[in-house]
């Protein structure tokens, strides 16, 4: 049996990254990262441990001067190039799945 992922609430992302929490917010908010799911009954956002690799990521392209737009324009890029890549591994799979 394999686990659950981890999930982290917000107070644990900045107690990792030493990011505020308000940057943590306007990140979401502009859409660079992603809540995984909402905690029922507090709402509180949640995130995959896939937030850590994004945030240095974002951190990366800050340091080279580029605006929020500019690195949301390059994450959904990255985003849309590893979606295709998982769409054709799925689709190799399927394929030789099926040949005898």
């Known amino acids: 049996m394999v686990p659950p992922?981890?999930?982290?609430r917000i107070a644990e992302i900045v107690h990792h990254t030493k990011l505020s929490r308000q940057?943590?917010?306007?990140?979401?908010?502009?859409?660079?990262?992603?809540e995984a799911e909402r905690m029922p009954g507090s709402n509180y956002?949640?995130?995959?441990?896939?937030?850590?690799h994004r945030l240095n990521r974002i951190l990366e392209?800050?340091?080279?001067d580029k605006k929020m737009h500019e690195i949301l324009s390059i994450l959904r890029e990255e985003d849309a190039m590893?979606?295709?890549q998982m769409?054709?591994?799925?689709m190799l799979e399927t394929q030789q799945?099926?040949?005898?």
Request: charged share 25%.
């Open 5 to 8: 992922p981890k999930l982290y």
């Open 23 to 34: 940057t943590i917010h306007n990140y979401t908010t502009f859409g660079l990262i992603r």
């Open 45 to 52: 956002r949640l995130y995959g441990e896939e937030v850590f």
């Open 61 to 64: 392209m800050k340091k080279q």
């Open 82 to 84: 590893l979606e295709s």
């Open 87 to 90: 769409l054709e591994s799925q």
């Open 97 to 100: 799945k099926g040949t005898p």
